[in-house]
């Protein structure tokens, strides 16, 4: 706005108010985290695929399968392990992307909740697929001796594990835990570093895209 001083002709502009863009009231965006999810679980089971599938014919082409099946099985690991962690970072990004404009507080949070919400899902999953899976098996091998007591009689003998045994045990079971832990400590920092890349700033413009 400006106007003229009629006694000297000198012009005063003043500056113009422009509204700054406030930030979503709701911070939470549920939309976008699901689809930051579904993208991040289609991401995982992809590359988990190409990596079982790399490992299989290595083992395949190799002259001795068993020996080098251990080694393959700890580079499968870890590399879904990296899969995961790419898989989280994509599903970060297109969380906060499929959001309108946003501060970097509230993309850290919408991708806090995106890796929650993967691991929720993900140990669902898992769990409902092991225990279903554990269930057949278990049905399949009672029906199996059920049938041998009832045809003459077979005693499967039970063996318990020595002391050197449950050691080895616990210690399996603790490290596959802690890594548990430090796995997905590491997917929650790329789940935010990917919700903190594909967040776009909020602008002081009346019009944005």
């Given at each position: 706005?400006?106007?003229?001083?009629?006694?000297?002709?000198?012009?005063?502009?003043?500056?113009?108010?422009?509204?700054?863009?406030?930030?979503?009231?709701?911070?939470?965006?549920?939309?976008?985290?699901?689809?930051?999810?579904?993208?991040?679980?289609?991401?995982?089971?992809?590359?988990?695929?190409?990596?079982?599938?790399?490992?299989?014919?290595?083992?395949?082409?190799?002259?001795?399968?068993?020996?080098?099946?251990?080694?393959?099985?700890?580079?499968?690991?870890?590399?879904?392990?990296?899969?995961?962690?790419?898989?989280?970072?994509?599903?970060?990004?297109?969380?906060?992307?499929?959001?309108?404009?946003?501060?970097?507080?509230?993309?850290?949070?919408?991708?806090?909740?995106?890796?929650?919400?993967?691991?929720?899902?993900?140990?669902?999953?898992?769990?409902?697929?092991?225990?279903?899976?554990?269930?057949?098996?278990?049905?399949?091998?009672?029906?199996?001796?059920?049938?041998?007591?009832?045809?003459?009689?077979?005693?499967?003998?039970?063996?318990?594990?020595?002391?050197?045994?449950?050691?080895?045990?616990?210690a399996n079971l603790r490290s596959g835990l802690?890594?548990?832990?430090?796995?997905?400590?590491?997917?929650?920092?790329?789940?935010?570093?990917?919700?903190?890349?594909?967040?776009?700033?909020?602008?002081?413009?009346?019009?944005?895209?």
């Amino acid at each position: 706005m400006s106007y003229v001083n009629r006694p000297t002709g000198e012009v005063i502009n003043e500056p113009v108010a422009v509204p700054p863009v406030v930030d979503y009231h709701d911070r939470v965006r549920w939309g976008p985290i699901i689809s930051g999810l579904l993208v991040a679980i289609a991401t995982q089971l992809i590359l988990s695929a190409i990596i079982a599938a790399l490992g299989a014919g290595s083992i395949e082409a190799s002259d001795r399968p068993r020996t080098i099946t251990p080694n393959v099985a700890g580079n499968v690991g870890i590399w879904s392990t990296i899969a995961l962690l790419i898989s989280l970072f994509t599903g970060g990004w297109v969380t906060t992307r499929a959001c309108g404009p946003m501060n970097r507080n509230t993309a850290l949070l919408n991708g806090a909740i995106l890796w929650a919400t993967t691991l929720a899902v993900s140990s669902w999953l898992l769990a409902s697929g092991v225990t279903g899976a554990f269930g057949v098996a278990a049905s399949n091998a009672g029906e199996v001796i059920n049938q041998l007591q009832q045809q003459g009689g077979v005693n499967v003998p039970q063996t318990t594990p020595t002391a050197q045994q449950a050691r080895e045990i616990a210690a399996n079971l603790r490290s596959g835990l802690w890594w548990f832990v430090f796995g997905s400590l590491l997917g929650l920092i790329a789940a935010m570093i990917g919700a903190a890349v594909g967040a776009r700033s909020p602008r002081t413009q009346a019009n944005y895209r």
